[in-house]
């Protein structure tokens, strides 16, 4: 009796296993609807498709199209050219019946996404290890790639009698040691009479390194929402809260930042134990979706329309009163130039340098890989707006002393 129980035991326990592995099976047939876990990088293990059929470029626009409609940031910002670049978006397949290359499908998917004022939205087929970090910033600044970012450097110099701080910081795009970087600033910039912030070559990074520099500056206290009490542009911050996609979007980031991570998940998410686990988890409220939250577009937003006053007690008592030199080029955008905001009206500082790119308003990128063509499309998933109602996307902000051809900018900020 007892061997005949467990015969049926195993017979079910077969079966089950049986119709779990026909569900997955069936599941990833490519003329199922769209879900969040189509979008996980991990799950894309064939190499692109040079040329790609109506039915490949179809399914790689559904894809897009399903990822902007629930992470994308820019959507509540500018929501008729969204409208517009989401119907050129549609038109593509039935333009091609007899396909496209990938190449030239890259070049009508940038056309369409620069169609939309936001410098971090972009493409781009270079190799995974360069283009997951890959902004518009970078985009303009082919001629300034050098790898890995490096770290800042702090420097208290001595001129005419005077003690000058030098602060060299080439990216923002590192966590391990920032908040020493910080406390060494705050402490260093107490005994300077005139502090110099090279930022040139800094493609931007982690907007909260940047915005505790501004805040020593100010003398403010650090304020939620990655702002400060002085911090008079942006004035509002909407961000995408327990979204599966922006998530999604997020974690493939991660991914590629750190390959020993991403091939642990790409193995993780195609064993046999991950696909009995959360086989249906963003449809019929599985492991992950109870992890990760309802499937909306949810926002969190801070509003503080008075953050600027025409009296500053803290910049004298707290902050740095004295000369502040800002020095960028053309490569600054998104954390880099979200310093030069947050300082625009601190009455001592200045920028001397290039135009900056203009990739501010729109932040929080994640990275969502077309599934046919393996194209890397670069997607904000958060952004600010502007009490002013500024545009600086794609534009840039100009310096307020220009440097010449061949001009020392150090130099330039010293004689100040």
């Known amino acids: 009796m007892a061997l005949k129980s467990r015969r049926f035991i195993y017979i079910g326990t077969f079966i089950v296993l049986s119709v779990f592995t026909a569900f997955y099976l069936v599941s990833t047939d490519d003329n199922r609807p769209i879900d969040v876990s189509d979008l996980d990088i991990t799950k894309i293990s064939d190499p692109p498709k040079e040329h790609l059929s109506q039915d490949d470029i179809q399914r790689d626009v559904e894809t897009l199209i399903y990822t902007f409609e629930r992470g994308y940031s820019g959507r509540l910002v500018y929501p008729e050219k969204y409208s517009q670049m989401i119907?050129?978006?549609?038109?593509?397949?039935?333009?091609?019946?007899?396909?496209?290359?990938?190449k030239e499908f890259y070049?009508?998917?940038?056309?369409?996404?620069?169609?939309i004022p936001d410098g971090h939205l972009s493409a781009s087929i270079l190799p995974t290890e360069q283009s997951a970090l890959r902004t518009l910033a970078s985009a303009h600044c082919e001629d300034n790639a050098d790898g890995e970012p490096q770290l800042p450097t702090i420097e208290l110099k001595r001129q005419n009698k005077q003690k000058i701080l030098i602060v060299t910081v080439p990216s923002f795009m590192f966590q391990e040691g920032s908040e020493n970087f910080i406390n060494s600033f705050n402490d260093q910039v107490t005994n300077a009479d005139k502090v110099i912030v090279d930022l040139r070559g800094n493609r931007g990074g982690y907007e909260s390194i940047p915005l505790s520099m501004a805040a020593r500056l100010w003398g403010e206290a650090y304020r939620e929402g990655n702002?400060?009490?002085?911090?008079?542009?942006?004035?509002?911050?909407s961000v995408a809260l327990r979204n599966n996609v922006t998530y999604q979007l997020w974690a493939n980031l991660n991914a590629i930042k750190d390959?020993?991570?991403?091939e642990f998940l790409k193995r993780y998410n195609q064993s046999l134990w991950f696909k009995l686990l959360n086989y249906n988890?963003?449809?019929?409220?599985?492991?992950g979706k109870t992890i990760y939250g309802a499937e909306d577009f949810a926002s969190h937003t801070?509003?503080?329309?008075?953050?600027y006053r025409d009296e500053e007690p803290?910049?004298?008592?707290?902050?740095?009163?004295r000369p502040i030199s800002i020095i960028v080029d053309k490569h600054c955008a998104s954390a880099c130039e979200r310093f030069l905001e947050s300082l625009e009206f601190h009455p001592y500082a200045k920028v001397i340098g290039e135009k900056t790119v203009g990739a501010a308003q729109f932040g929080h990128i994640g990275i969502l890989r077309l599934p046919k063509s393996q194209i890397d499309v670069t997607i904000s998933t958060a952004h600010i707006t502007y009490e002013d109602n500024r545009v600086v996307e794609r534009i840039g902000?100009?310096?307020d002393i220009k440097i010449r051809e061949n001009e020392d900018p150090i130099k330039k900020a010293l004689s100040l």
């Open 107 to 115: 070049v009508v998917i940038s056309a369409l996404l620069n169609s």
């Open 227 to 237: 702002s400060i009490q002085y911090y008079p542009m942006p004035t509002k911050s």
């Open 259 to 262: 390959p020993a991570k991403f």
């Open 314 to 321: 803290n910049l004298q008592e707290k902050g740095f009163p």
């Open 281 to 287: 988890e963003y449809q019929s409220g599985g492991l």
């Open 87 to 102: 119907e050129g978006l549609r038109a593509i397949a039935p333009a091609f019946p007899k396909g496209v290359s990938q």
């Open 397 to 399: 902000y100009q310096p």
């Open 302 to 307: 801070i509003e503080d329309f008075n953050t």
